[in-house]
């Protein structure tokens, strides 16, 4: 399959780009809201405000002054006003987590959402929630297995199943992760990736997919194909990781910055063969 980047306009600014609002972290779990965030500006969005905790902020704050921060009080205006929106990373399910899960979804209205981690697991608990009607899951086994309410071997068993099930009952875009990922479109369409490898397999790994599927939707892809590119290039930063670091030692932060030998293995900038004599 032929992928492309979203073609970037030479006459723009970064709200050309979109922004994305990332609803994530908790106080124990800042490294979540970190990764989530960057990877939706280094895939290429123009802005990324995370919303959260006073010490998540701080502590994100202490490590990046490329993302924009709001504290959760003002998050209803900050969803009036955003292009994408995502939710869920080390967000925890606390009572409080809910609430926030709860209101941000009634004030969201038409834009895009990427629900991903603590977000499905509190979306598996609710009922009578409307949802967005452009709506991408992005589960894990674990995590599908609690939205479909089926044991995770149950799931295992047919992937491509247990997608489909989860996209006829959100009716939205499913991201189901394994070694091999399927993406399956509201109508049942399926994708199967055939990036990455095991450099995958480590904890943030999943909220730099978040980011950079929510970055894309902010480039204005549709969320079948944002999430079937986001998916296929975040293999491949693992396997560009994995080259220098090996399997083994590849850290989430590795990924997000193996982001652009993955953008440029796909999309070949016009303007790369006239910058090398510069």
Do not use: W
Request: charged share 20%.
């Amino acid at each position: 399959m032929d992928f492309k980047m979203p073609e970037r306009d030479e006459n723009s600014h970064k709200g050309t780009f979109g922004k994305v609002l990332n609803v994530a972290g908790s106080d124990y779990m800042s490294g979540a809201a970190l990764l989530s965030s960057l990877s939706a500006l280094k895939i290429g969005c123009g802005y990324s405000f995370l919303c959260s905790t006073e010490r998540v902020i701080s502590a994100v704050g202490a490590q990046t002054q490329n993302i924009v921060f709001a504290p959760l009080k003002n998050l209803a205006k900050l969803v009036r006003s955003c292009d994408v929106l995502s939710i869920g990373c080390g967000m925890s399910t606390s009572d409080e987590a809910k609430e926030i899960f709860k209101t941000t979804l009634v004030n969201v209205g038409d834009v895009p959402v990427v629900v991903d981690a603590d977000g499905l697991n509190i979306l598996s608990q609710l009922e009578g929630v409307k949802l967005p009607k452009q709506l991408v899951l992005t589960p894990h086994p674990k995590e599908a297995s609690r939205l479909l309410n089926i044991s995770v071997e149950e799931v295992l068993a047919d992937m491509e199943k247990s997608a489909r099930a989860i996209s006829h009952k959100f009716d939205c875009v499913t991201v189901l992760k394994s070694h091999r990922t399927i993406v399956c479109s509201n109508d049942g369409e399926i994708y199967k990736n055939t990036t990455g490898c095991s450099a995958l397999a480590k904890a943030g790994s999943g909220d730099v997919l978040c980011g950079m599927i929510a970055g894309l939707l902010a480039q204005k892809m549709t969320p079948f194909d944002a999430a079937k590119l986001g998916v296929y290039l975040h293999g491949l930063c693992g396997e560009i990781a994995a080259k220098t670091l090996t399997e083994y030692c590849v850290l989430s932060m590795d990924l997000i910055n193996a982001i652009p030998d993955a953008v440029r293995l796909i999309s070949p900038l016009p303007f790369e063969e006239d910058r090398k004599s510069i």
